[in-house]
């Protein structure tokens, strides 16, 4: 039983109540094969998403599952103060009972024969950030199985044209064994299959411009650079330093409309929580401001940006092999893992992001002349916190920064910004401003090279070639291997 985050932890309890009152087992018994039968995959590093539930609530609505958690917890704790050498501090952290609240997670970590993050990054932070004392105790249950994406689906259906375009070059046999992908790179500098490879991603973009133009009634140009952030709607992710550089862009051109620059397309795909006030607010920013600078004619043939609404997976399979930028901008060690990254990679779009989560192993895969990194490690992150993080001055001396803020507190279109400003300027959690310049180099960068067309065409086609350990099926394995010591039947 694979406990897929902590949302299916009941199922712990529940194995118990079954061998202990249906079949008869004694407590040790039962817990002997329920530990060796359940493992859990943490899929998080944010707190809040660490489920914890009221015990009074817990007790009330399930009093046969409370009683069985609270034996769980008392014996596990107990056995902790013997391996901790009577550390209650410590002890009382792994709690899964503690101040009035059941802990889903440090249930999870207790019972279960293995405890695996879904990046390398992120698996290294399980182990000495959000489970440092469970690792200090027992490290051996602790493991990296490195997510992966469906490449039948995201690949072969939803890109025919790239997908035979593959076959031609090097078979059909990476539909059964991704990793043949890699034979891809023996036509990284093949002109002619280059201009084949560009030629299927323009048509894909001319695709997605029509859906563009039929549901948003904004018209796309397909020569524009395809810049595609689309993922949950949340602070960490930081769709508003996206939307920051884009006002700030905007300014630019508005000040130099003759200035060199690479005509530039945003998409964003995102839905929010529906109780996150400011995820709704950064929404209604990114639409506000899509509307403003689209009816700029000063700036219109320059710059779009599109709120994709409803996004969704029949969308996603338009917009993946549409895109040549895979926005991957979450502040350093806050996102477990991706996909979205790993489904744009294998599309051929060329990732520009921080070093977090599976963008350091795309990063690996593909090298650093075929990847836009910037920003902050997580090492750079957790050293700024400590020194103590002050937005306020870097609004203060920094004219770019200053100016934009400036202009989402005054607003545009009938609306101010000033939750979002003041998020930015006040305590900044996700340190947007922080890594505000290197992200504005990192898009420059990025612009200069697509001027290049066959080197830009080179780097898209190695990221397609470098997807192929992120196919699901190489996941998959990985968990059959370390995990579930099972064998495919013959």
């Known amino acids: 039983v694979h406990i897929n985050d902590t949302h299916p932890t009941l199922a712990i309890p529940e194995l118990m109540r079954i061998l202990l009152d249906e079949c008869g087992y004694s407590w040790d018994a039962a817990w002997d094969i329920v530990a060796r039968t359940v493992a859990y995959t943490n899929h998080t590093v944010m707190a809040e998403a660490l489920e914890c539930w009221p015990e009074d609530l817990f007790r009330q609505r399930l009093p046969r599952i409370y009683q069985i958690v609270r034996e769980i917890n008392d014996r596990f704790s107990g056995r902790m103060m013997e391996e901790t050498g009577g550390d209650a501090e410590k002890v009382s952290r792994m709690a899964i009972i503690s101040f009035g609240?059941?802990?889903?997670?440090?249930?999870?970590?207790?019972?279960?024969?293995?405890?695996?993050?879904?990046?390398?990054?992120?698996?290294?932070?399980?182990?000495h950030d959000v489970f440092r004392d469970a690792y200090s105790v027992m490290p051996e249950k602790f493991t990296n199985v490195t997510n992966g994406i469906a490449h039948r689906r995201w690949l072969c259906q939803a890109n025919p044209a790239l997908s035979?375009?593959?076959?031609?070059?090097?078979?059909?046999?990476?539909?059964?064994?991704?990793?043949?992908?890699?034979?891809?790179?023996?036509?990284?500098?093949?002109?002619?299959?280059?201009?084949?490879?560009?030629?299927?991603?323009?048509?894909?973009?001319?695709?997605?411009?029509?859906?563009?133009?039929?549901?948003?009634g904004i018209g796309l140009d397909p020569d524009s650079l395809f810049d595609v952030q689309v993922k949950r709607l949340h602070e960490y992710k930081r769709q508003h330093l996206n939307a920051l550089h884009i006002l700030y862009t905007y300014q630019q051109l508005k000040d130099n409309p003759n200035m060199d620059f690479v005509p530039r397309t945003y998409l964003f795909g995102a839905k929010s929580a529906p109780g996150y006030f400011l995820a709704k607010e950064i929404i209604r920013f990114i639409c506000m401001l899509s509307k403003e600078i689209n009816a700029d004619p000063a700036v219109r043939d320059k710059l779009k940006v599109v709120y994709l609404e409803d996004y969704r997976v029949t969308l996603a399979e338009l917009l993946m092999p549409a895109a040549d930028i895979s926005e991957q901008i979450s502040l350093a060690g806050t996102e477990a893992s991706g996909t979205g990254n790993m489904k744009l990679m294998m599309n051929g779009a060329i990732t520009l992001g921080t070093m977090d989560g599976a963008n350091v192993e795309i990063h690996d895969a593909v090298g650093p002349d075929?990847?836009?990194?910037?920003?902050?490690?997580?090492?750079?992150?957790?050293?700024?916190?400590?020194?103590?993080?002050?937005?306020?001055?870097?609004?203060?001396?920094?004219?770019?920064?200053?100016?934009?803020?400036?202009?989402?507190?005054?607003?545009?279109?009938?609306?101010?910004?000033?939750?979002?400003?003041?998020s930015l300027t006040g305590r900044d959690p996700y340190m947007v401003l922080a890594d505000f310049e290197d992200y504005a180099r990192a898009q420059q960068l990025s612009a200069d090279v697509y001027k290049d067309r066959a080197r830009w065409t080179h780097m898209a086609l190695m990221n397609?070639?470098?997807?192929?350990?992120f196919a699901s099926d190489r996941s998959i394995q990985d968990y059959s291997d370390r995990i579930w010591h099972c064998r495919p039947v013959k």
């Open 370 to 422: 075929n990847i836009f990194i910037f920003g902050m490690s997580s090492q750079e992150v957790e050293s700024l916190k400590q020194q103590g993080y002050n937005p306020q001055s870097l609004y203060n001396s920094n004219p770019h920064i200053h100016r934009a803020v400036d202009a989402m507190f005054h607003g545009f279109g009938g609306r101010t910004f000033g939750e979002i400003a003041r």
């Open 101 to 127: 609240l059941i802990k889903m997670a440090n249930l999870c970590v207790a019972a279960c024969h293995s405890v695996n993050g879904v990046s390398k990054l992120h698996s290294e932070i399980v182990k």
């Open 164 to 216: 035979s375009f593959i076959t031609d070059k090097i078979g059909d046999g990476f539909v059964l064994d991704a990793s043949e992908l890699a034979r891809l790179r023996e036509y990284a500098d093949d002109p002619a299959a280059l201009t084949d490879f560009a030629a299927i991603k323009r048509r894909n973009k001319e695709r997605l411009a029509a859906y563009v133009k039929r549901e948003n």
């Open 464 to 469: 397609t070639a470098g997807s192929g350990i």
